[in-house]
């Protein structure tokens, strides 16, 4: 091959959409309802709450038992007992650990997966130019001989 046949493929362009992360995209796609649910969860499962849901029904049981407000809720606080089952489900669930969503594991599949196709779009780009750049390489060996 001459050096005046050399043909170099064209530079590559990155006309794909920028690849967003899954979980990000999961939490766009939340409803209000899930949203509000998530952060009732986060609340209620916070240390602050804990302690000042301590705190409330320390006043509570001392206010039951010392007869303030006609014991609304005497001995064996059956109210009380009422209100902890209620609360108690909301701070086990922990919003920092995923969820096993199969709809996040699709979409988060789905970015892996368009990931590796650029990748591969590119690598294959690349290979091109390095054989372009061989078979130049290989043309001005040549000549110079």
């Not at 789905?110 to 390489?137: F, G, V, Y």
Request: hydrophobic share 40%.
């Amino acid at each position: 091959m001459t050096l005046d046949k050399l043909e170099f493929p064209e530079p590559y362009k990155h006309e794909h959409p920028p690849v967003c992360d899954g979980s990000v995209l999961f939490e766009e796609q939340l409803t209000l309802s899930q949203k509000a649910a998530d952060w009732v969860a986060e609340t209620v499962g916070s240390w602050k709450f804990i302690f000042f849901q301590t705190a409330i029904f320390g006043v509570w049981i001392f206010m039951n038992f010392t007869g303030w407000f006609n014991h609304w809720d005497p001995y064996p606080f059956i109210l009380m007992n009422l209100v902890i089952s209620v609360i108690n489900p909301m701070q086990l669930y922990h919003p920092d650990k995923p969820e096993p969503s199969e709809r996040r594991e699709r979409i988060v599949s789905h970015q892996h997966c368009l990931i590796n196709e650029k990748a591969e779009e590119e690598a294959r780009i690349i290979l091109d130019h390095l054989s372009a750049q061989n078979t130049a390489l290989t043309a001005i060996y040549e000549a110079v001989k």
